[in-house]
T-cell receptor, first 112, second 111 residues
Framework: DGGITQSPKYLFRKEGQNVTLSCEQNLNHDAMYWYRQDPGQGLRLIYY???????QKGDIAEGYSVSREKKESFPLTVTSAQKNPTAFYLCASSPALGGGQYFGPGTRLTVT | GENVEQHPSTLSVQEGDSAVIKCTYS??????FPWYKQELGKRPQLIIDIRSNVGEKKDQRIAVTLNKTAKHFSLHITETQPEDSAVYFC??????????FGTGTSLTVIP
């Protein structure tokens, strides 16, 4: 499962603080994605990026922001505007023009 | 947009029996259908996939079938083992490389 990494594994923040989650891949994949997973639920798409310097909102983008300055990196910032940020965050990448997604190990964010 | 529905949400089988999980999709443009296995606290892992030009694919004890006309696809696990216990997600992807996931099936294999 090497090739796509997320850090940190666990993250704790106080309400009102912005926090940035890291996602790096060395698979040379063009597309990268951020999902949120809540207990007992599926994966909900936050943002995705098909190429460097371009990204699109997913179904639940409000309160989140991303950047894609390098092909290898797709950091996610959880802003104070996100009303319920406590969740398990998964980053994924996939080759262009189809192909399965490969997931990072996830970051479990707890905001109190 | 695409809507993927997955059933059942929970499934219990005796060790050695077969398990079947079914998904439907709504967008006829979807052309790639992966299945993921997620163990507790871990990342989803791709276990098998199928493209829209194929009706069935098999990999050892795991098989996936696709019916494009009816817009449904299924995961079949034969000779289940306790280590098959996990949450399984189906997904549908379109040519724009967007993925839409089902809500997951929690499979328990009883020894």
């Amino acid at each position: 499962d090497g090739g796509i990494t997320q850090s940190p594994k666990y993250l704790f923040r106080k309400e009102g603080q912005n926090v940035t989650l890291s996602c790096e891949q060395n698979l040379n994949h063009d597309a990268m994605y951020w999902y949120r997973q809540d207990p007992g639920q599926g994966l909900r798409l936050i943002y995705y990026s098909q190429i460097v310097n371009d990204f699109q909102k997913g179904d639940i983008a409000e309160g989140y922001s991303v950047s894609r300055e390098k092909k290898e990196s797709f950091p996610l910032t959880v802003t104070s505007a996100q009303k319920n940020p406590t969740a398990f965050y998964l980053c994924a990448s996939s080759p262009a023009l189809g192909g399965g997604q490969y997931f990072g190990p996830g970051t479990r964010l707890t905001v109190t | 947009g695409e809507n993927v529905e997955q059933h059942p949400s929970t499934l219990s089988v005796q060790e050695g029996d077969s398990a079947v999980i079914k998904c439907t999709y709504s967008d006829s443009a979807s052309n790639y259908f992966p299945w993921y296995k997620q163990e507790l606290g871990k990342r989803p892992q791709l276990i098998i996939d199928i493209r829209s030009n194929v009706g069935e694919k098999k990999d050892q004890r795991i098989a996936v079938t696709l019916n494009k006309t009816a817009k449904h696809f299924s995961l079949h696990i034969t000779e289940t083992q306790p280590e098959d216990s996990a949450v399984y997600f189906c997904a549908a992807s379109n040519p724009g490389n967007q993925f839409y996931f089902g809500t997951g099936t929690s499979l328990t294999v009883i020894p």
